[in-house]
């Protein structure tokens, strides 16, 4: 009876880190939009800087990180380096982008890395061979993603080259992001040794986007910001800092796979949470490109689970 008590405690524990990790996801939807209303308020770069700063102190307090001799150089570097061009490069474009709109397209662009990260990590994995296999749902997404672009006018190449041709900037940036954050995810298990130096990494983070608001010639804000543009600060603070101690509360005492499953419903969540912040009505041919991307992740990690089976046997 008492083993018995003890293994439900355990699950029961257990599920309640999962519900956690699963808050990442919420969290993080809210994050496009809040980024973009903050950096109408303090400029791209003052903004960033802001966001990243409170960010770190926030984990710091709530993660309390080991000292930085506990953890390889190599991941410092490796995946470090990752962490902050992914994170840099997303708040940039968001920044950057030409419109509310715009900044949701660019979250559907960003949320190209889950099946990014399959195909990354078939490949690495199993070579050729799961490269093939996990092709067809990035191809799916991609698809997803340019009805998303397309808007109105659907798979329509022309329109979905004027758009991204009027601001390629910002497409570039989320692009590139993506594979970063992919290659991050691929990479950082192999050599992270069980621990989590995000609150060190938030710093990085913060410490280019100073750099790059001291030498860029930025204007300071004359006058106090407005009271919405500082909470929308503190939200898109929030926002990433606490998706981030929730996904990292997940890891360490969840259920990765099932972490890992709820994921695929990122882009939808993105896309819902950035419509409202924003004031946004999107057209129907969105939310198909929402469903393709979503439904391309769900067909890279069924392709994943049976190969895994197939090895197994």
Known sequence: ???????????????????????????????????????????????????YTL????????????????????????SGGLFVFYEVAISASIGLAASSTQTVELSMVNYLWPSLTVLLNSTAMRGARGFARALPGAAVATVGVMLAIGGDAGLDAGVVAADISSNPLP?????????????????????????????????????VFWVM????????????????????????????????????????FGNVSRMALASYAAP??????????LGLALPGLFWAGVAFVVAGSLLNLLMGKRAESHEKA
């Open 1 to 51: 009876m008492g083993k018995e008590s003890g293994r439900v405690r355990r699950m029961g524990k257990s599920d309640r880190a999962t519900m956690v990790g699963f808050l990442a996801l919420v969290f993080w939807s809210m994050m496009f939009g809040f980024v973009r209303l903050t950096s109408q308020g303090f400029g791209i770069l003052l903004g960033g800087a802001l966001i």
């Open 268 to 277: 939808f969540l993105s896309v819902v949470a950035s419509s409202i912040i």
């Open 55 to 78: 960010g770190a102190i926030s984990l710091f307090i709530v993660l309390r990180p080991s000292r930085p001799s506990a953890y390889s150089l190599k991941y410092f570097l490796v």
């Open 213 to 252: 608001f001291a030498t860029s010639g930025a204007p300071v804000p004359q006058s106090m910001p407005s009271i919405g543009s500082i909470l929308a600060l503190l939200a898109a603070m929030g926002s990433i800092a606490a998706g981030y101690a929730c996904w990292n509360h997940g890891l360490l």
């Open 171 to 207: 497409f570039a940036l989320t692009l590139a992001a993506a594979f970063a954050w992919a290659s991050y995810s691929v990479v950082t298990p192999r050599i992270t040794n069980g621990k989590d130096a995000t609150p060190y990494f938030m710093i990085g983070v913060a410490a």
